[in-house]
């Protein structure tokens, strides 16, 4: 079964702080690496995506990728208040394949 | 619109009714995908088109749920007899890239939230 790990949390972080959201992959064939966002109560919206190992930034946020750990993340610099939301992880198999989804991580950042 | 269009955006149904859920998708992608969100949880895949055609159709629960896309553009997903497990948020996404959600972006409608009483 091709899965996506997600600590649910909530991850509280304070105004102005870093927030480190993590995710981990169990296919190893996997190719594309999204993270989305979504308020409560709306749709999820694209904030990153990588393909290749390393670090990639983009304004407040850098994703990195760790294919031989199986590993994402995304770090939200200088985290505001409206940046509270669920943070979700998904994973591309291939062509033709859907992206698989991590339940999600809850972020509460606090003025 | 711009965007993804879903419709109805809510819907309260009798167990045992049928339900039809429909997605417009962003004129010219090639690609759509609905998937049903539970609540507090991510979102599940349930099928793939690509075009006219259904090219996965695995993350389906059961024959109850029939999906179609038959002009390539509109997409509908039915769901037969209604199970209040069936209450869950079903979202439709839309991609321009053909050969799969690996390499584009997925844009989603703003869900259909569907609640089984």
């Known amino acids: 079964q091709k899965e996506v790990e997600q600590n649910s949390g909530p991850l509280s972080v304070p105004e102005g702080a870093i927030a480190s959201l993590n995710c981990t992959y169990s296919d190893r064939v996997s190719q594309s690496f999204f993270w989305y966002r979504q308020y409560s109560g709306k749709s999820p919206e694209l904030i990153m995506s990588?393909?290749?190992?390393g670090d990639k930034e983009d304004g407040r946020f850098t994703a990195q990728l760790n294919k031989a750990s199986q590993y994402v993340s995304l770090l939200i610099r200088d985290s505001q208040p409206s940046d509270s939301a669920t943070y979700l992880c998904a994973v591309g198999q291939g062509a033709g394949t859907a992206l698989i989804f991590g339940k999600g991580t809850t972020l509460s950042v606090s003025s | 619109g711009a965007g993804v269009s879903q419709s109805p955006r809510y819907k309260v149904a009798k167990r045992g009714q049928d339900v039809a859920l429909r997605c417009d998708p962003i004129s010219g992608h090639v690609s759509l995908f609905w998937y049903q969100q539970a609540l507090g949880q991510g979102p599940e895949f349930l099928t793939y088109f690509q075009n006219e055609a259904q090219l996965d159709k695995s993350g389906l629960p059961s024959d109850r749920f029939f999906a179609e896309r038959p002009e390539g553009s509109v997409s509908t997903l039915k769901i037969q007899r209604t199970q209040q497990e069936d209450s869950a948020v079903y979202l439709c996404a839309s991609s321009l890239v053909t050969g799969g959600p690996d390499t584009g972006e997925l844009f989603f409608g703003e869900g259909s939230r569907l609640t089984v009483l």
């Open positions: 990588i393909y290749s190992n």
